[in-house]
């Protein structure tokens, strides 16, 4: 098997040695590579020759203790099986004698990966069948002007729920092409809290009510979805950092949208899950790329997509679908999510969480230290333990710590360690 091949001949010179992964083989049973390139191939050291350096490079290769603990918002850490698997067939996918990112978008060997991607993700989500999922490009942030300029005119008015900073950017943009009005911000609570839905004023005649599910910076989530009070109007969610993280009943919203580099693979991707009777209203000046019934016309390939970046997140679907689908996903973050946010409560008060607790994020957990000045030494001694990108958004300060799908129990649990003992050494 080409990985066991490639592992063999692991070389730890160069400084891709930090980077390679030594599979075991369980790992690579549960994710059977078909097909590999051949072995002397793989094995061989490639030196590649520039006018004033040369760039010594290595198969990829070595121990997964080499691995470090991604606490980062996004992108963020992936599944160690999804990575291995990608290798795998990084050179030759499945026998086609070529890497998915040399392959025409439009050949049968694409088709069957973007059409395997959309219907893992279609069990996933289970996902009606008057709903339409688009693999765009741009980000989230792209979506915060491609929804209005789709789904209502210049002169409409749409109601925005503002809980963060996400929140905050979607509605400002959308300014741009319809009249969004900010019907709640938690903005002067510091973005720590969910509105009750009761109370909301929404307004007459709104074409659509948009949230953000989970805001990333702040912590703050949605652990249950207003209704718009129109009829006709939709309920529009960004989620960018809660998406395949549990299961959600899609029927309740017109359009759902996530930037994929959070929970289900590397930037680049912007997945669009839309109802189909909300096409053909686009405004007039909406450009081509920003046209979702040109996308859902074309089956997402009306231009070049991201190729390798639907194929990396075809792979973590059908990772989600083998760990039992959505609700054991969410059972598992449920149990990180106590793990992190019980140290925390349990801490008497050296460690503080500002949001409201019933509205904690199970993705994004920030937190401070009652003694601000030892925030960037817990930073720094974090990642001296192999836990990497533990400090605050700079908007908010303090710590975040990520901890999205792929982040296994066991680094919680090292994290949690580690606050407990650095509480001990810093406390009184
Ligand atoms: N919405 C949310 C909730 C996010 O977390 C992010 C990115 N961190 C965005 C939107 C913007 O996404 P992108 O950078 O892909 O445009």
């Known amino acids: 098997m080409a990985i066991t091949t490639a592992s063999a001949a692991a070389s730890s010179t160069t400084p891709l040695s930090q980077l390679k992964l030594k599979p075991t083989s369980t790992q690579i049973s549960a994710f059977p590579a078909t097909v590999s390139r051949p072995s002397a191939r793989a094995q061989k050291t490639i030196s590649i020759h520039c006018s004033s350096t040369t760039l010594q490079t290595a198969a990829p290769t070595a121990s997964a203790t080499d691995r470090v603990f ?7 850490i992936l599944p160690e099986k999804v990575l291995l698997k990608a290798q795998s067939e990084l050179y030759n996918w499945r026998g086609s004698g070529m890497s998915v990112m040399e392959m025409s978008h439009r050949g049968k060997e694409f088709l069957s990966i973007i059409q395997k991607a959309e219907s893992d993700l279609r069990n996933l989500l289970n996902i009606p069948s008057n709903y339409h999922v688009l693999f765009l490009q741009g980000g989230a942030t792209t979506q915060f002007a491609a929804i209005p300029l789709n789904i209502c005119q210049p002169d409409d008015v ?14 400002k943009e959308a300014a741009k092409y319809c009249k969004p009005k900010s019907i709640w911000s938690g903005k002067s609570d510091k973005y720590t ?5 009761e109370t909301l004023e929404q307004t007459p005649g709104a074409k659509y009510l948009h949230i953000c599910a989970n805001e990333t910076i702040h912590g703050v989530e949605f652990k249950d979805y207003p ?7 939709v309920l529009v969610a960004d989620m960018s950092s809660n998406f395949c993280s549990k299961p959600v009943d899609v029927s309740k919203f017109g359009l759902i949208y996530a930037g994929a580099q959070k929970n289900v693979g590397p930037s680049g991707v ?5 109802r189909s009777d909300l096409f053909g209203n686009a405004q007039s000046t909406t450009p081509v790329m920003l046209d979702y019934k040109i996308h859902a016309d074309n089956a ?11 194929y990396m997140c075809g792979l973590v679907f059908e ?4 760990q039992g689908g959505l609700i054991e996903v969410e059972k ?10 019980d140290a925390i409560n349990g801490s008497n008060g050296f460690y503080k969480c500002p949001v409201v607790e019933s509205v904690r994020s199970l993705m994004n957990v920030p937190f401070t230290l009652a003694k601000p000045e030892l925030e960037a030494e817990f930073v720094k001694e974090a990642a001296k333990e192999k836990m990497v990108q533990l400090k605050g958004h700079r908007s908010v300060g303090g710590i975040r710590a990520s901890i999205y799908n792929a982040m296994p129990v066991a680094g919680v649990e090292k994290l949690v360690a580690f606050m407990k003992d650095f509480q001990a050494r810093h406390d009184g």
């Open 70 to 76: 991604n606490f980062a918002a996004g992108p963020a």
């Open 158 to 171: 749409v109601d925005y729920i503002v809980t963060g900073s996400w929140g905050d950017k979607a509605f």
């Open 193 to 197: 809290k969910i509105p009750s839905f």
């Open 227 to 233: 209704s718009p009070a129109n009829e006709n109007e």
């Open 270 to 274: 912007t997945i669009v899950i839309i």
């Open 300 to 310: 997402s390939l009306y231009n070049t997509p991201p190729c390798y970046g639907i």
């Open 319 to 322: 990772d989600l679908v083998a």
């Open 332 to 341: 598992k973050n449920a149990k990180k999510g106590k793990i992190l946010y």
